[in-house]
Structures are given as C-alpha cells and as structure tokens.
C-alpha cells in the first residue's frame, strides 16, 4: 500500500510493525492529533482487537488488565497534551508488575515545543523510568523514494525493538517485561485521504515477519538450596507455580499471597499472616525464601526485615523483592533437596488447622454479614478455569484469610494491580483481565466500594465495545475502612477518622450502574450473596454487598488476637 501522505504512513508502519511483533489488542482514547494512528488501527481489525474508550486513564487500565492475562504485550493510543499524563498511573503499576504495555502517544511537531501551542507540552520523557524504553519519533515527511524508505525501515526496526523489549525478551529489559513508550510527532494532514506528496509503499518482511525477531531469554539453572535452617516460602504477587513446587519438594510451609499464582497444594498456610503476630512462632524462622511481590502484610515485612533471618529473594517478571534490605542473596531460579514435612512444617500445618477453625468461628459468631464472608463466598464462586480480579486495601487482605482450597492443576488464576498497590483503574483492569484470558470458565472481580467508583468510569463502554462476562463484588462498607485497623484508626484519632480517612461518601450505587445499564444486585446476608452469585447475569454485573465499617476495627484486632489465644 502507498498511502497519500506521512502521517499515515508512520502510523500505518508503526501499528503493522507492533501487530508483526505480537501485539494483539489495541486499546485507543479518541484525540485528533492521534487521528493517523486511530485510523491505521481500524484499518487493522481484522489482525488485532480494538478497544475504545473515552478516558485515558481507562484506557491505560483496560490495556494493563488485558496485557496481564493475555500475557502479550498491548497497545495503548492517545493524542498529545493531559491525556498523556492521565496514562502514568497504569504505567506505573505496569513497570512495577512487569506487565507488557507499548505505550503510543501522539504529540505536536517538536517545532511547536515552547511555543505556548495548542496541547503542547514536553511529552518526550514524561513517564521517566517507569518505562523501559522511550523513544521520541520525529515527524515523517515526504522526500525521494530513498528518504522514504529509509524512514520506513527505521519506524519498523523501532516498533519491533520495543514490542520485544516490553515482552522482556532483550537484553536491555533485563528479562522483566514492562511497559516502553513511543512518542509520535505527527504532522498535518491527519486523516488518510490528505495528500502531501509521499509516494513510497511500506512493505515489510516477506511473509508478515517482524522485522527483527529475538532469540529465546536465556534459561538459568536452579541454584539448590540446603535443607538445614528452618525456613519458610513466601510467594507474593505473581510468584507462580515454581514457589508451590519449591515448597512441596522441600517440605517447607508455603506463606502464599492471593494473588501470588502459588496458593495451591498442600503446603499452603492459611493463616499464616495471624501466625506470624505469634512472636515465639516467628522468632524460631531462620530462613526466608521470597519470590514473587510481596506486598499485603505487615508481619511478613517485619520478618524480612530481621537481621537474624537469612533472606534468598528470587528474580521474576518484576525483578525482585527485598523491603527489609536484608537479602544477602538474590537468585534467578532455586530448588532444594526432595524431603519429607518434619516437626518444624507439621507446627505450622497444625497451627494453621486450628487456627483456621477458630476464625471461622468467629466470623460465624457475627451474626451480619461480614467483609471476611464475602471475600470467602467471592472465593469459593470462582470454578476451575476461572479468573478472580481482586482490588486493594481490604479485600485482597480479606481474601488473603478466606481463600478456598484451591486445586494443583485447576487453571483458576488470582490476580490483582499489586505493583504498587494502588487502587485507581481497578474496573477497567478487571474488565480487561476478562478480556485477555476469554477462556476463562468465569470471571469476577471483588472491590471496594471507594476502590469501584475511583475507576466507574470504566463501566462505560460503547455499544459496539467487547463487554466480557464479569461479575464485579463491591463490599460497600461506605468509605475507606482499611485505616480502621492502621495507626489512623486510634481512638485518639476519632474526631477527625471520618473527615481525613474514613471518607463516608453515600453513594447509590444502583443508581450509579443504572446510568451505565450495567445490572446491579444488593445483597445484605451471606445467603442472598451467595444466591446473586448462582445466578450471573452475564456481561458485566454488580453484586453489591452491604456491610458495616464502624466494627472493622474491633473486628481486626479480635481476628488478630486468635492466635494468641489459647488453642
């Protein structure tokens, strides 16, 4: 094809040379700046899914949720100005979670930099090192058939560099995919029927080949561990399978996050968080063995952080972890001797089974519906096969004591935004995990409430927008309760809890996803939730489930206080 002028040539070449290199969803917010590439993208549809949305920041989150589960890198497009700054904060938690984005924005002619022009600012550079790659692409222009072609080759040689460098696959990634930025400059015209004398085609490698295609990320060997000092597993977000068999083979206790991909098998701890506040049980720990993210408890930061404990953090798609600044050593794979549980395990199973029955005693004992029930009946609904979005603040933490027993083998994946934990885009990243994993048995979501409407905007979507089937759980306690139980929450502190931290907000949340025609459903008891969670909806849902915020802290401190308790 020889389009009629530059601008769609660049956007044209660019989006081909992403598509060639695997990309195959494309998340794009409308500008008129980003014209050539929004055209260049439908004109696509049939080689990658395109998704529309009116908010940057969505945008940002849907493309971060997709790239999560589709495990591919994806594309996300907009114009020049604010609305690329509005996609720093998915950058951000794609850099920090090693999640595969390509991040293509539209800019004004560098002419026009300092000029005081219309949606002008400095964009080249503007996500810093949060990407693993920018590069600031000057304007394609007309010219002799050699300019041309020169100009071609080189947009194609970029777009395949960067697509592999977000997928980790060189070696400047240092093997953990995140998000790279292209920064387009892009002059007029900027709709493909414009002409302005460019008269060269865009071929490409024969045979739809990328045009560089790197060789496959080196393998390394497993280091081996010895079996000696007492140690435990902690697998925190995306930690996979690797730390469950690590911890199965070697007899060790698993301390597995929700959303850490291991929280399967026989060696996971359930409560292992209440566990570690028995100071006698946690001081006997010798060795620490930590892969993945660990991100949800503050026990386990203060065992990292013991000079006594030999710390082994383990490499992953988002590098690794070291809060306390105590690993003394840093591995890219580990394995350990095949060996039975001993006395040292069997603790912490027996613990585990004892105190697992009286917490939930305990919640039983409420006699409401608690935050704890709900993430339990949310966890128990997820089938084999299914996916489980779940959002920051409380209910990953409450998900992290109420997980069902999950099977080796059953495909169910757990995931949420845990790169820095934050709670913005977590609609938009849910509905793109559903998007990007279409074969999941199931999709669902838990959130909280203030988490859900920091991001309902992204329950809007236009008519002819992919909806996949999601039911969204939002524990609707009316405000931020995750200070409850933090030194915000003191009673020295009531006077001004609500106002600062408490944030009661009062909204309808029916009316709120009436506006949307999304389904809503309010459910006050354990037995209704679980009925709303028999009977889905399809497409994307709301099962709101009501509960109290001015016990949470009461509540927490009793839950806390279990395993000090006479057993």
Same mark, same amino acid.
């Given at each position: 094809?020889?389009?009629?002028?530059?601008?769609?040539?660049?956007?044209?070449?660019?989006?081909?040379?992403?598509?060639?290199?695997?990309?195959?969803?494309?998340?794009?917010?409308?500008?008129?700046?980003?014209?050539?590439?929004?055209?260049?993208?439908?004109?696509?549809?049939?080689?990658?899914?395109?998704?529309?949305?009116?908010?940057?920041?969505?945008?940002?989150?849907?493309?971060?949720?997709?790239?999560?589960?589709?495990?591919?890198?994806?594309?996300?497009?907009?114009?020049?100005?604010?609305?690329?700054?509005?996609?720093?904060?998915?950058?951000?938690?794609?850099?920090?979670?090693?999640?595969?984005? %390509?991040?293509?924005? /539209? +800019?004004? =002619? #560098?002419?026009?930099? *300092? &000029?005081? !022009?219309?949606?002008?600012?400095?964009? $080249?550079?503007?996500?810093?090192?949060? %990407?693993?790659?920018? /590069? +600031?692409? =000057? #304007?394609?222009?007309? *010219? &002799?058939? !050699?300019?041309?072609?020169?100009?071609? $080759?080189?947009?194609?040689?970029?777009?395949?560099?960067?697509? /592999?460098?977000?997928?980790?696959?060189?070696?400047? &990634?240092?093997?953990?995919?995140?998000?790279?930025?292209?920064?387009?400059?892009?002059?007029?015209?900027?709709?493909?029927?414009?002409?302005?004398?460019?008269?060269?085609?865009?071929?490409?490698?024969?045979?739809?080949?990328?045009?560089?295609?790197?060789?496959?990320?080196?393998?390394?060997?497993?280091?081996?561990?010895?079996?000696?000092?007492?140690?435990?597993?902690?697998?925190?977000?995306?930690?996979?399978?690797?730390?469950?068999?690590?911890?199965?083979?070697?007899?060790?206790?698993?301390?597995a996050e929700p959303t850490s991909g291991s929280r399967t098998g026989h060696s996971v701890i359930r409560t292992y968080r209440l566990l570690l506040g028995d100071d006698?049980?946690?001081?006997?720990?010798?060795?620490?063995?930590?892969?993945?993210?660990?991100?949800?408890?503050?026990?386990?930061?203060?065992?990292?952080?013991?000079?006594?404990?030999?710390?082994?953090?383990?490499?992953?798609?988002?590098?690794?972890?070291?809060?306390?600044?105590?690993?003394?050593?840093?591995?890219?794979?580990?394995?350990?001797?095949?060996?039975?549980?001993?006395?040292?395990?069997?603790?912490?199973?027996?613990?585990?089974?004892?105190?697992?029955?009286?917490?939930?005693?305990?919640?039983?004992?409420?006699?409401?519906?608690?935050?704890?029930?709900?993430?339990?009946?949310?966890?128990?609904?997820?089938?084999?096969?299914?996916?489980?979005?779940?959002?920051?603040?409380?209910?990953?933490?409450?998900?992290?004591?109420?997980?069902?027993?999950?099977?080796?083998?059953?495909?169910?994946?757990?995931?949420?935004?845990?790169?820095?934990?934050?709670?913005?885009?977590?609609?938009?990243?849910?509905?793109?995990?559903?998007?990007?994993?279409?074969?999941?048995?199931?999709?669902?979501?838990?959130?909280?409430?203030?988490?859900?409407?920091?991001?309902?905007?992204?329950?809007?979507?236009?008519?002819?927008?992919?909806?996949?089937d999601l039911t969204i759980v939002v524990v609707n306690d009316d405000g931020g309760s995750i200070f409850?139980?933090?030194?915000?929450?003191?009673?020295?502190?009531?006077?001004?809890?609500?106002?600062?931290?408490?944030?009661?907000?009062?909204?309808?949340?029916?009316?709120?996803?009436?506006?949307?025609?999304?389904?809503?459903?309010?459910?006050?008891?354990?037995?209704?939730?679980?009925?709303?969670?028999?009977?889905?909806?399809?497409?994307?849902?709301?099962?709101?489930?009501?509960?109290?915020?001015?016990?949470?802290?009461?509540?927490?401190?009793?839950?806390?206080?279990?395993?000090?308790?006479?057993?």
């Amino acid at each position: 094809m020889t389009p009629a002028n530059a601008s769609t040539a660049v956007a044209t070449v660019l989006l081909d040379e992403l598509v060639r290199s695997g990309v195959r969803d494309l998340v794009l917010a409308p500008g008129s700046r980003s014209a050539p590439l929004a055209f260049a993208a439908y004109a696509a549809a049939d080689r990658l899914r395109l998704h529309t949305r009116i908010d940057e920041r969505t945008a940002g989150f849907l493309a971060l949720g997709i790239a999560r589960t589709g495990r591919r890198p994806v594309a996300v497009v907009t114009t020049s100005g604010t609305a690329v700054a509005h996609l720093h904060p998915a950058v951000l938690e794609a850099s920090h979670a090693g999640v595969p984005l %390509v991040v293509v924005t /539209a +800019d004004r =002619p #560098a002419r026009l930099r *300092g &000029s005081n !022009a219309n949606q002008t600012t400095d964009q $080249a550079g503007i996500f810093a090192a949060a %990407v693993r790659d920018a /590069a +600031d692409v =000057p #304007a394609a222009h007309p *010219g &002799s058939g !050699a300019v041309e072609r020169r100009q071609v $080759a080189a947009w194609r040689a970029l777009a395949a560099r960067f697509a /592999a460098t977000a997928a980790g696959r060189l070696d400047r &990634s240092q093997g953990r995919p995140g998000p790279v930025h292209l920064n387009v400059q892009v002059e007029e015209p900027l709709t493909p029927d414009g002409e302005d004398g460019w008269g060269s085609p865009l071929d490409g490698r024969a045979g739809d080949e990328p045009w560089m295609a790197p060789g496959p990320v080196p393998v390394a060997a497993p280091e081996e561990l010895s079996a000696g000092p007492r140690t435990v597993v902690v697998a925190g977000d995306d930690a996979g399978p690797p730390a469950r068999v690590l911890a199965e083979r070697a007899g060790w206790p698993l301390l597995a996050e929700p959303t850490s991909g291991s929280r399967t098998g026989h060696s996971v701890i359930r409560t292992y968080r209440l566990l570690l506040g028995d100071d006698d049980l946690a001081a006997r720990v010798q060795r620490v063995v930590v892969c993945g993210h660990p991100t949800l408890s503050r026990p386990v930061g203060r065992l990292l952080a013991r000079d006594d404990v030999e710390v082994v953090a383990v490499t992953g798609r988002s590098g690794w972890s070291d809060p306390g600044l105590q690993a003394s050593r840093v591995v890219h794979a580990v394995s350990a001797a095949s060996a039975a549980a001993d006395a040292w395990t069997d603790e912490w199973r027996s613990r585990d089974a004892d105190l697992s029955r009286r917490l939930d005693a305990l919640l039983d004992a409420q006699g409401t519906l608690t935050p704890h029930h709900v993430a339990g009946a949310v966890s128990a609904a997820v089938p084999p096969g299914g996916l489980l979005f779940v959002g920051a603040s409380n209910p990953v933490r409450d998900l992290d004591l109420m997980v069902a027993p999950y099977g080796v083998g059953d495909r169910r994946m757990v995931l949420g935004n845990r790169g820095l934990a934050g709670i913005d885009g977590s609609v938009s990243s849910a509905v793109g995990a559903a998007l990007g994993r279409p074969h999941s048995t199931r999709a669902l979501a838990l959130l909280g409430d203030v988490t859900f409407l920091h991001d309902s905007n992204g329950l809007v979507l236009g008519p002819d927008e992919q909806r996949p089937d999601l039911t969204i759980v939002v524990v609707n306690d009316d405000g931020g309760s995750i200070f409850a139980s933090l030194e915000q929450g003191a009673e020295q502190h009531a006077a001004s809890y609500d106002r600062l931290f408490g944030t009661p907000h009062g909204v309808d949340l029916a009316a709120l996803c009436a506006a949307t025609r999304t389904p809503h459903w309010k459910v006050g008891s354990l037995a209704e939730l679980r009925h709303a969670l028999s009977v889905p909806a399809g497409g994307i849902e709301v099962v709101e489930a009501v509960v109290r915020r001015d016990d949470r802290r009461e509540l927490d401190a009793r839950i806390r206080a279990l395993a000090a308790a006479p057993r």
